[in-house]
C-alpha cells in the first residue's frame, strides 16, 4: 500500500516534469517569437531597424505556458502529498522529500505573485530552474519513502519546515529577481535592451520588487528559526546550539537584518543592494546545500 | 599654558565621549550584527568539542599542527570564545545604547502633537490645491478623527499625523532581541546540563555524584538540584525491520518528587517536567549482566555493565573491570545485539534488537590502574603493561572458562541515557522571540506618513509626506480630499 502511493507519487513528479518542460519551451517560444524585424520599408530613417517586441502576436502562447505551469504545480503537488501519504508523515524527512516541495514552494511563490506583478518574463527562469532541482531530485537524492526517526515525530515538524521552506522559495525568487536587475543593469549600461528583454519591468521595479518579497518573507524566516529553537528544546534539550544548520540559519537571518536596514535606513539602492540580496539568498542555498550534504550535525537525518 | 594642562583630561573624557557615541551608532550595530555572523561561520565548519569531542581528537591526530593554531584561537569552541563572546557583549551594549535613547525620544514624541504645518506646502509631494468650500476644515478634521490621525489644530490649517505603531514596532523588536540576548546569558549562567546512563530496573537520583557529566553555569552552585527521583521500569526501542533505522523511543518510569510517586512515560520530544529542570531520553544502549568467579568459584563481581553503541545497530564497546582478585582481571569486550560474521570486520551486529546477542572479550590480567589516580574511562581498559590471558565469547545463559575463573553471561538489559537540564532563562528567550515578531511585523507593514490641510484666502492646499517613502500615500490623500470636497 506504501509502496503504491510512493510509486504514484513518482509518477506525479515525473509528469510535472514533463508538463515544466512543455511550460519551458512555450515560454522560450514566447520570448523568440514576440520579437518582431520591421521590414525594410517600414523604417522611415532608412538605416535604423530596431528590433521591438509585440506580444500580441504571442499572447495565446504566453497563456498556453502559464497554464502548462499551473498544470504542472498541480501535478507536483499530487506527487507531493502522494509522497507524504506513502511515507504517512508529512513529505519532507530527507532531502529529496525537501527538493520537490521546496520545487513546488517556489513555483507557487512565482505563481501567487503573477496574480499581483506581470512576472511572466520570469517563467523561463523558474520553469528551468524547478526542472534542474526536480531533476536533481530524482537522479541523485531519491530515497524509498521511509518512516520518521523519532526526534521528527513532532507537530513542530509540520509548522517549522513549512515556514522554512515557504521562505526559502521567496528568498530564491527574490535572488532571481535580483540577479536580473544585476544582468540588465549591465545591459543597459551598454546602450538599449535587445527586444527580448524589453518584456522585463523596468531597473526601478526590479529592484523594489526584490525588496518587497525580502520585507514581506523576513518574519516568517524569523518565525521559522523561532519555531525550530522551541522544537529543538524539546527533542534536544536546548533551543539554541550552534548545530551547523541553526549556525546558517543564524547567519542567513543576520545577512538579510542587514539588507533590510541598509534599504530601509542607510538608503541602499540598485547594485549594491541588489548584490547583499544575493549573499543573504547564497547563505540559505549553502546552508540546504552544505549542511545537508556534507554537514555534520543534528539536522543530518536518513542518509539525506 | 594652563590649556594646556588641562588637554589630557578633556581629551580622555571627549574621547570617552566619542568612542560611546561611535559604539552606540546604528553603522557600528550593523557592523558587529555582520560580524556575529561572520565569527559563527568556522563553528559550523570546523568541529566543535561540546558537540563532537571525538571529531576534534581526530582533527588533532590527522592535523596535529593546524590543531594547534585552532586551538590557540580556540575555534574548537568558537562559541564560548573571548573574541566571539567579545563580539556578542559589544552588539549588546551597541543595541541598548542605540535603541534605548530611541525608545525615550519615540515614547516622547507620541506624547507630543505633530509638528506645525510647514510654510511652503506647494513644495511637497502629493499636493493639492483647490477652490474654497465652506465647512473644509472641520470636515478635515472629522476625517482626521475617523481615520485615527493625530491632529494638531492650527489657526488656519491642521497638521495630522499617522502611523507611529510602525516605529513602536520597530522599537519593540529591538528591545525585545535585547530580552532574548538576556535570557540567553541568564540561562548559561545559572542553568546546569547533565548527563546519566541508567539500567533498565535502577534508580536515578538527582544528586551531582549519579551524573556521569555535568556541567553548571558560572554562577549557580552544584547544592541546588530539586531533589527527585526516577526509577526506569521498562525501555522499548522499536526499528524498522527494512533500515534498522528507529521509529520509537519510549521508557516507563516511576518518578519520586515532593513525596509524590507517579508512573509517567518519557519519549524524545516528550521530556518530563520537574519546576524549571526538565528530563530527556537522549540515548540508548545495552548493558550486558555478567557474573565473574574466580578458581574457587567465588563470585568477584556481579551486575550489569553499560557498553558505548558504536552504530546504528547497536554494535557496542565496553570493559569490565575485576579489581578484587589477585591479579586483578579485566575483559576488552564487545557487544552485539544480533551477532553476524563477516571476514573483514570480525563480529558485526545486523539489527539493533536483542536477536542474536553475542558478549565477545578478550582477557587481560595484570594492574589495571584503577588506584593509580589518573582518571580512566569505563569503557575502555590501557592495556599496555596487561598479559592477555584469554579469548572468548559468550551467548547468554553461557559460561567461559579462562585458567584462573570463569565468566558468565546472565542476561542483557538495556540503558537510556537521561539528560537533565535546568535552564532559567529560556522563558524569558521565548517571550523575546514572540515580542520581536510581533514588533517585525507591525514595524514592516506599518508606514507612517503625514497630511496637512490649509485655507488661504486664494483656495485650500493639502499636502502629504510619507516616511520611508512608503507606498499608497497618493490614494489615500487623493480620498481625503474628495471628502474634503464633500465628493462622498
Redesign the interface.
Known amino acids: 500500500m506504501q509502496t503504491t502511493w510512493a510509486y504514484i507519487s513518482n509518477y506525479f513528479v515525473y509528469s510535472a516534469m514533463a508538463v515544466f518542460t512543455f511550460s519551458f519551451i512555450a515560454h522560450a517560444f514566447e520570448t523568440a517569437f514576440a520579437v518582431r524585424t520591421p521590414e525594410s520599408s517600414d523604417s522611415t530613417a532608412g538605416n535604423l531597424l530596431v528590433k521591438t517586441l509585440d506580444y500580441k502576436r504571442t499572447e495565446k502562447t504566453a497563456r498556453i505556458a502559464t497554464a502548462l505551469m499551473i498544470l504542472a504545480f498541480v501535478l507536483l503537488l499530487a506527487g507531493v502529498v502522494a509522497r507524504g501519504i506513502s511515507a504517512q508523515h508529512v513529505p519532507w524527512g530527507n532531502m529529496y522529500e525537501f527538493s520537490i516541495t521546496g520545487a513546488l514552494a517556489f513555483t507557487g511563490a512565482y505563481l501567487i505573485a503573477l496574480r499581483k506583478y506581470d512576472l511572466r518574463w520570469l517563467g523561463l527562469f523558474v520553469s528551468i530552474s524547478v526542472l534542474l532541482t526536480l531533476g536533481t531530485a530524482i537522479t541523485l537524492l531519491y530515497r524509498d519513502s521511509s518512516p520518521l526517526v523519532p526526534a521528527l515525530k513532532s507537530t513542530w515538524l509540520v509548522i517549522h519546515v513549512i515556514a522554512a521552506i515557504i521562505s526559502g522559495g521567496v528568498f530564491l525568487l527574490a535572488n532571481v529577481v535580483a540577479g536580473a536587475y544585476l544582468y540588465l543593469d549591465r545591459v543597459e549600461e551598454r546602450g538599449a535592451r535587445p527586444a527580448w528583454l524589453q518584456r522585463v519591468p523596468s531597473l526601478e521595479v526590479l529592484d523594489q520588487l526584490s525588496y518587497r518579497l525580502v520585507a514581506f518573507v523576513f518574519p516568517l524566516w524569523t518565525f521559522a528559526v523561532i519555531a525550530g529553537a522551541i522544537w529543538a528544546e524539546s527533542a534536544w534539550g536546548r533551543y539554541w546550539g550552534w548545530d551547523p544548520k541553526e549556525t546558517w540559519a543564524f547567519i542567513t537571518w543576520v545577512a538579510y537584518a542587514a539588507y533590510l536596514h541598509a534599504r530601509v535606513t542607510v538608503g541602499w539602492r540598485g547594485r549594491r543592494a541588489a548584490w547583499l540580496c544575493i549573499f543573504a539568498g547564497s547563505t540559505f542555498l549553502f546552508n540546504y546545500v552544505y549542511v545537508n550534504v556534507w554537514g555534520t550535525g543534528k539536522h543530518t537525518y536518513s542518509g539525506l | 599654558m594652563t590649556d594646556q594642562r588641562d588637554l589630557p583630561e578633556l581629551g580622555f573624557l571627549a574621547l570617552c565621549r566619542y568612542a560611546w557615541r561611535q559604539l552606540t551608532s ?1 553603522r557600528t550595530a ?1 557592523i558587529l ?2 560580524l ?3 565569527a ?2 568556522p ?2 565548519l570546523i ?2 568539542r561540546p ?2 569531542p571525538m ?1 576534534v581528537r581526530d582533527f588533532f591526530k590527522v592535523n596535529p599542527e593546524l590543531a594547534r593554531w585552532y586551538e590557540r584561537a580556540s575555534l574548537f569552541d ?2 564560548a570564545s573571548p573574541w566571539f563572546s567579545a563580539i556578542y557583549i559589544l552588539l549588546f551594549i551597541s543595541l541598548i545604547g542605540c535603541v534605548l535613547p530611541r525608545s525615550v525620544e519615540h515614547y516622547k514624541a507620541m506624547l507630543a502633537k505633530p509638528p506645525a504645518t510647514p510654510k511652503n506646502l506647494s513644495r511637497l509631494s502629493h499636493y493639492e490645491n483647490f477652490a474654497t468650500t465652506p465647512d473644509a476644515l472641520d470636515r478635515a478634521s472629522s476625517w482626521f478623527s475617523k481615520n485615527r490621525f493625530r491632529v494638531r489644530v492650527e489657526e488656519n490649517s491642521l497638521s495630522a499625523e499617522k502611523g507611529y505603531l510602525r516605529e513602536t514596532g520597530n522599537l519593540l523588536f529591538h528591545l525585545s532581541l535585547i530580552l532574548i540576548l538576556i535570557g ?1 546569558s541568564f540561562g548559561s549562567l545559572f542553568g546546569m ?1 547533565g548527563y546519566a546512563i541508567v539500567n533498565v530496573g535502577e534508580r536515578f537520583i538527582n544528586v551531582p555524584t549519579t551524573y556521569d557529566t555535568l556541567s553548571f553555569g558560572k554562577l549557580k552552585g552544584d547544592n541546588s538540584l530539586q531533589p527527585f527521583q526516577i526509577k526506569v521500569d521498562k525501555f522499548l526501542a522499536k526499528y ?1 525491520p ?2 534498522s ?5 519510549t521508557a516507563w518510569v516511576t518518578v519520586t518528587d515532593e513525596g509524590k510517586t507517579s508512573k509517567q512515560t518519557i ?5 518530563l517536567t520537574f519546576g524549571n529542570a ?1 528530563v ?1 531520553l ?1 540515548a540508548n544502549g545495552y548493558s550486558p549482566v555478567v557474573t565473574v568467579r574466580d578458581a574457587n568459584q567465588n563470585v568477584v563481581f556481579q551486575g550489569p555493565v553499560p557498553f558505548l553503541p558504536q552504530d546504528g545497530n547497536l554494535r557496542s564497546i565496553g570493559a569490565i573491570k575485576v579489581p578484587d582478585v589477585q591479579p586483578s582481571i579485566g575483559f576488552v569486550a564487545s557487544f552485539v545485539p544480533t551477532n553476524a560474521r563477516t571476514t573483514s570486520q570480525g563480529a558485526i551486529s545486523i539489527y539493533p534488537e536483542l536477536l542474536d546477542p553475542k558478549l565477545l572479550f578478550s582477557i587481560w590480567e595484570g594492574d589495571l590502574g584503577l588506584d593509580s589516580g589518573v582518571p580512566q574511562s569505563v569503557y575502555k581498559i590501557d592495556t599496555t603493561n596487561l598479559k592477555q590471558i584469554g579469548l572468548g565469547s559468550v551467548k547468554p545463559g553461557d559460561t567461559y572458562n579462562y585458567s584462573g575463573g570463569s565468566i558468565t553471561l546472565e542476561t542483557v538489559i538495556p540503558w537510556v541515557n537521561l ?1 537533565v ?1 535546568q ?1 532559567p532563562g ?1 522563558s524569558y ?2 517571550i523575546g ?2 515580542l ?2 510581533t514588533g ?2 507591525t514595524s ?1 507593514y506599518g508606514r507612517r506618513r503625514r497630511i496637512w490641510i490649509r485655507v488661504t484666502d486664494s483656495g485650500i492646499e493639502v499636502a502629504g509626506l510619507a516616511k ?1 517613502s512608503a507606498p499608497g500615500l497618493e490614494v489615500e490623500v487623493s480620498k481625503f480630499v474628495s471628502y474634503v470636497k464633500g465628493e462622498q
Open positions: 546604528m550593523l550584527l555582520m556575529m555572523g561572520i559563527a561561520i563553528g559550523s568541529p566543535q558537540a563532537n571529531a568558537v562559541y540567553v546540563n524498522d527494512k533500515t533505522a528507529p521509529l520509537d523511543y519519549k524524545v520530544n516528550k521530556p526538565r530527556y537522549q539528560q537540564v535552564d529560556k528567550a521565548l522571540a514572540i520581536a515578531i517585525l511585523l514592516l520611508n
